[in-house]
């Protein structure tokens, strides 16, 4: 099991920028694929992102192409989630996830994670 733990939401202007951790701990973090959620109140968890292993492959929600990037360090044991140019529909709380068999390329489903951080809060005010 890889635990997780999330860091660098708060509050920002529309338009600003804001740059997720999370942070793994266990010796299996570089073999497994990990995934970017997040949740607003009274709204369903959906998926933001999802990286391979290697970090050589990432997919992205439709919707937030070109605004966010996901990226990993397996040195650092971390992975990353880039938010740009943010709008106030990106309010939510964010969870990172990683692939519950251990699978090297993730999925988009959230029943396809086992392990889930605590989540992190992002604000964007207008």
């Known amino acids: 099991q890889v635990q997780l733990v999330e860091s660098g939401g708060g509050l920002v202007q529309a338009g600003g920028s804001l740059r997720l951790s999370c942070a793994a701990s266990?010796?299996?973090?570089?073999?497994?694929?990990m995934g970017w959620f997040r949740q607003a109140p009274g709204k369903e968890r959906e998926f933001v992102a999802d990286?391979?292993?290697?970090?050589?492959?990432?997919y992205y929600a439709d919707s937030l192409k070109g605004r966010f990037t996901i990226s990993r360090d397996n040195a650092k044991n971390t992975v990353y989630l880039q938010m740009n140019s943010l709008k106030p529909e990106d309010t939510a709380v964010y969870y990172c996830?990683?692939?519950?068999?251990?699978?090297?390329?993730?999925?988009?489903?959230?029943?396809?994670?086992?392990?889930w951080g605590q989540g992190t809060q992002v604000t964007v005010s207008t």
């Open positions: 990286i391979s292993s290697t970090g050589h492959v990432t």
């Open positions: 996830a990683a692939d519950r068999l251990g699978r090297s390329f993730p999925y988009t489903e959230a029943h396809e994670y086992g392990s």
């Open positions: 266990g010796r299996t973090f570089s073999t497994v694929g």
